[in-house]
């Protein structure tokens, strides 16, 4: 066996020190020749040492640019958040035609990061092609159909997942939420199997969220049992404590009223084309988002780190977090102007040619809003505001991205009220400071009103009218969150007082928000 051929049988069984001993011999052996620089950098990659392994597979670019180099390098670029350098990655992949299936899904993986989900499906589709009985690969083919709006597709591949592993949790939960069931056509029967044999605790989690929405869009009350149980197991496994982010609104309001006179002064970056969609998640922010981005100058960029990304890397706080309070205090010293600048520079790689304005709907981007209104003073911002009671039934109910951050408060009933408590208090604060620069949208009023509140909308961006805008379900870009099935229908009511199915269980939520002198109806 050649040594390039004992690497790669060594990180195939996860052997790092193997794979790293035989990789340094085959440098040794010819520094000329790319592979051992190449398996050095993926033996270092998957021991955690992202940074160190981006120079070696630099250096077995440079000595032979291969199509399985640049996908593997792409994909750690995107994981050190340096996006524009892995677009230019993958493009050069594509572009030497690539053979191989695990690179094929490499490239599929980095397009999807990059929000460019219909780019990513023929490398899926190839990558499946080329091994079928992949059933990561066939998953990553079936989520980007999904995205893309081919749901029958993709209901197609989660099926043959299935038929192979029964227990497949990610292909139970996918299907789950990939259309509305009905009493005559669900998988609560098959789910119920699944979850008795479910091996792993993450696996049960996404079975319950599978089992607790088929059974809600049936009428089903034993729905709520099955989504406490999950999120009671999946709050103790994430050791959240409400207090964390507590800690972040306050600093937030700290820095703005006890050195609100003392910010660094300056006019910050001039561009307008950003428009800031924020709110609680499942609020409307997809649904704000599809119409914006049906009129003829926008796009969508998606759900985008690049203010929270701007503002952590310009205070070079220490910490891991994207943000904590040490990271929210340290952003006070830093001139508006070099946040503008970093964010749309990150920004940037998520638009598109040929439009003048981009939205950008991370929900959690209310967090800095004071940031946004000083570095991009010309930008638009549109905050969601929802019944607070369907606010927080949609999170509780919503499995997010379940090592998130950002939604560990969605994991407890009452962290839900205490977070929505948090956030409308942030709101009215903005709103106090800020007067009139954030739109404060209702959802229940753009369902009840279309054309009255999204000529509202597209007049507060400064925006022309297109008719377009009224047909947003006609709109054929991706969509890569949960609210994916509805945004593909015209506007409808159906999501309106849904918490009142689980009144009961909900009062503590009610009683607490009424203290906090919140209305509830």
Same mark, same amino acid.
């Given at each position: 066996?050649?040594?390039?051929?004992?690497?790669?049988?060594?990180?195939?069984? $996860?052997?790092?020190?193997?794979?790293? &001993?035989?990789?340094?011999?085959?440098?040794?052996?010819?520094?000329?020749?790319?592979?051992?620089?190449?398996?050095?950098?993926?033996?270092?990659?998957?021991?955690?040492?992202?940074?160190?392994?981006?120079?070696?597979?630099?250096?077995?670019?440079?000595?032979?640019? @291969?199509? @399985?180099?640049? =996908?593997?390098?792409?994909?750690?670029?995107?994981?050190?958040? /340096?996006?524009?350098?892995?677009?230019?990655?993958?493009?050069?992949?594509?572009?030497?035609?690539?053979?191989? =299936?695990? &690179?094929?899904?490499? *490239?599929?993986?980095?397009?999807?990061?990059?929000?460019?989900?219909?780019?990513?499906?023929?490398?899926?589709?190839?990558?499946?092609?080329?091994?079928?009985?992949?059933?990561?690969?066939?998953?990553?083919?079936?989520?980007?159909?999904?995205?893309?709006?081919?749901?029958?597709?993709?209901?197609?591949?989660? @099926?043959?997942?299935?038929?192979?592993?029964?227990?497949? !949790?990610?292909?139970?939960? =996918?299907?789950?939420?990939?259309?509305?069931?009905?009493?005559?056509?669900?998988?609560?029967?098959?789910?119920?199997?699944?979850? +008795?044999?479910? #091996?792993?605790?993450?696996?049960?989690?996404?079975?319950?969220?599978?089992?607790?929405?088929?059974?809600?869009?049936?009428?089903? #009350?034993?729905?709520?049992?099955?989504?406490?149980?999950? +999120?009671?197991?999946?709050?103790?496994?994430?050791?959240?404590?409400?207090?964390?982010?507590?800690?972040?609104?306050?600093?937030?309001?700290?820095?703005?009223?006890?050195?609100?006179?003392?910010? #660094?002064?300056?006019?910050?970056?001039?561009?307008?084309?950003?428009?800031?969609?924020?709110?609680?998640?499942?609020?409307?922010?997809?649904?704000?988002?599809?119409?914006?981005?049906?009129?003829?100058?926008?796009?969508?960029?998606?759900?985008?780190?690049?203010? #929270?990304?701007?503002?952590? /890397?310009?205070?070079?706080?220490?910490?891991?977090?994207?943000?904590?309070?040490?990271?929210?205090?340290?952003?006070?010293?830093?001139?508006?102007?070099?946040?503008?600048?970093?964010?749309?520079?990150?920004?940037?790689? %998520? /638009?598109?040619? $040929?439009?003048?304005?981009?939205?950008?709907?991370?929900?959690?981007?209310?967090?800095?809003? $004071? %940031?946004?209104?000083?570095?991009?003073?010309?930008?638009? *911002?549109?905050?969601?505001?929802?019944?607070?009671?369907? &606010?927080?039934?949609?999170?509780?109910?919503?499995?997010?991205?379940?090592?998130?951050?950002?939604?560990?408060?969605?994991?407890?009933?009452?962290?839900?009220?205490?977070?929505?408590?948090?956030?409308?208090?942030?709101?009215?604060?903005?709103?106090?400071?800020?007067?009139?620069?954030?739109?404060?949208?209702?959802?229940?009023?753009?369902?009840?009103?279309?054309?009255?509140? &999204?000529?509202?909308?597209? =007049? %507060?961006?400064?925006?022309?009218?297109?008719?377009?805008?009224?047909?947003?379900?006609?709109?054929?870009?991706?969509?890569?969150?949960?609210?994916?099935?509805?945004?593909?229908?015209?506007?409808? !009511?159906?999501?309106? $007082?849904?918490?009142?199915?689980?009144?009961?269980?909900? /009062?503590?939520?009610?009683?607490?928000?009424?203290?906090?002198?919140?209305?509830?109806?």
């Amino acid at each position: 066996m050649t040594l390039e051929a004992q690497a790669r049988a060594a990180l195939k069984r $996860g052997d790092l020190a193997a794979a790293a &001993t035989a990789a340094k011999a085959l440098v040794m052996a010819d520094q000329d020749q790319p592979a051992g620089y190449y398996l050095l950098g993926i033996t270092a990659a998957e021991s955690g040492q992202i940074s160190k392994a981006v120079p070696l597979i630099a250096a077995a670019i440079q000595r032979r640019p @291969e199509a @399985e180099y640049l =996908a593997q390098l792409a994909k750690l670029l995107i994981l050190l958040r /340096r996006d524009g350098e892995a677009t230019e990655a993958v493009q050069k992949a594509m572009d030497l035609q690539p053979r191989d =299936a695990r &690179t094929f899904d490499t *490239i599929g993986c980095v397009l999807t990061r990059l929000g460019d989900h219909e780019a990513s499906v023929e490398p899926f589709r190839s990558a499946v092609a080329a091994e079928p009985a992949n059933l990561d690969y066939r998953y990553n083919l079936a989520a980007a159909g999904s995205f893309t709006g081919r749901v029958q597709e993709a209901s197609t591949h989660y @099926e043959a997942i299935l038929a192979a592993d029964p227990g497949n !949790a990610r292909a139970h939960y =996918a299907l789950a939420i990939a259309s509305r069931q009905t009493r005559d056509a669900n998988h609560i029967a098959r789910l119920k199997i699944a979850l +008795n044999a479910a #091996p792993r605790p993450a696996d049960g989690l996404r079975i319950r969220y599978a089992l607790a929405k088929e059974l809600e869009d049936i009428g089903d #009350p034993e729905s709520f049992s099955y989504l406490a149980t999950a +999120n009671d197991a999946h709050k103790r496994s994430l050791q959240y404590d409400f207090a964390q982010d507590a800690a972040i609104f306050d600093a937030v309001e700290a820095l703005f009223i006890k050195r609100e006179g003392n910010l #660094p002064a300056g006019s910050g970056n001039s561009d307008e084309s950003p428009i800031f969609i924020v709110g609680m998640p499942r609020t409307g922010t997809t649904l704000v988002d599809r119409i914006l981005s049906s009129h003829r100058d926008v796009v969508s960029a998606g759900e985008l780190q690049a203010m #929270p990304l701007a503002v952590k /890397r310009l205070t070079a706080t220490s910490s891991r977090n994207i943000i904590d309070p040490e990271t929210v205090m340290a952003s006070g010293d830093i001139d508006p102007a070099k946040i503008g600048d970093a964010y749309l520079a990150q920004a940037g790689h %998520h /638009r598109h040619e $040929g439009t003048s304005r981009f939205t950008d709907k991370l929900p959690a981007n209310f967090l800095y809003i $004071g %940031h946004i209104l000083r570095a991009l003073p010309d930008a638009r *911002i549109i905050c969601l505001r929802r019944n607070p009671m369907d &606010t927080i039934w949609s999170n509780y109910k919503n499995l997010f991205a379940s090592t998130s951050a950002y939604y560990a408060y969605s994991y407890d009933l009452m962290d839900t009220a205490r977070y929505y408590a948090r956030f409308d208090r942030l709101m009215d604060f903005w709103d106090k400071r800020f007067p009139d620069e954030v739109l404060q949208l209702s959802y229940e009023d753009l369902v009840a009103g279309q054309e009255e509140q &999204t000529r509202r909308l597209i =007049a %507060h961006c400064g925006l022309d009218w297109d008719e377009a805008c009224l047909s947003f379900h006609e709109n054929s870009a991706a969509v890569a969150t949960p609210s994916a099935a509805q945004v593909r229908r015209p506007i409808n !009511a159906d999501a309106v $007082g849904k918490w009142r199915a689980h009144e009961a269980a909900l /009062r503590p939520a009610k009683a607490f928000l009424k203290e906090q002198g919140i209305p509830v109806e």
